[in-house]
């Protein structure tokens, strides 16, 4: 059932914001050089590796490490970059990872294959058995601003509280936290 409704939902949404995704790539475009997608590994279902598309918010030169572990995230942020992550329009490109499976609308956030903090954890609790998420319990309790440990205590409890009504809740209060651009550091 979750995985029907994800390929719903994701064709509605794609719809829908197809002219703002036009949008953001002009901008992209206009403001930064390279390409307009990022594509970074990531951890999925049972520990697996799947390319993550993202619209290109840092300089092509920002290191391959999670944000929360550079000095400073800001300097490598392109002209829009602040917007887009705020308004988490950069975001967008991962409906394409829903509709093939790789991920869900609701979930953990797929760590970057080089978190290994982050994988250890997950695996030790169990929540790799989860598909991740484009949004997360852990994401709309706190997101950016939230330590490791904490990341995967919410994931964990995710884990164990997941339903449909459940992930109804996580859509909806993500889509209050995306409004009010709450939890976003960088």
């Not at 994800?6 to 953001?24: G, Q, T």
């Amino acid at each position: 059932m979750k995985r029907t409704i994800d390929i719903l939902l994701s064709i509605v949404a794609a719809i829908i914001l197809f002219a703002p995704a036009i949008l953001v790539a002009i901008a992209i475009k206009l403001t930064s050089k390279g390409p307009l997608v990022y594509w970074s590994d990531r951890v999925g279902h049972n520990n697996t590796i799947f390319k993550m598309p993202k619209f290109r918010s840092m300089r092509q030169d920002a290191p391959v490490v999670a944000t929360h572990l550079m000095e400073d995230p800001g300097a490598y942020l392109t002209p829009i970059g602040g917007f887009l992550r705020k308004s988490s329009l950069d975001e967008l490109p991962q409906l394409w990872c829903i509709l093939r499976g790789d991920m869900s609308f609701v979930g953990p956030r797929p760590a970057l294959y080089n978190q290994y903090d982050l994988i250890e954890l997950r695996t030790r609790e169990g929540v790799h058995t989860l598909i991740p998420g484009l949004t997360g319990w852990a994401q709309i309790n706190g997101r950016d601003e939230l330590s490791i440990p904490e990341k995967v205590k919410l994931d964990t409890e995710y884990l164990h509280r997941r339903s449909l009504v459940f992930d109804l809740l996580v859509l909806w209060r993500t889509f209050i936290k995306v409004m009010k651009r709450d939890g976003v550091s960088h």
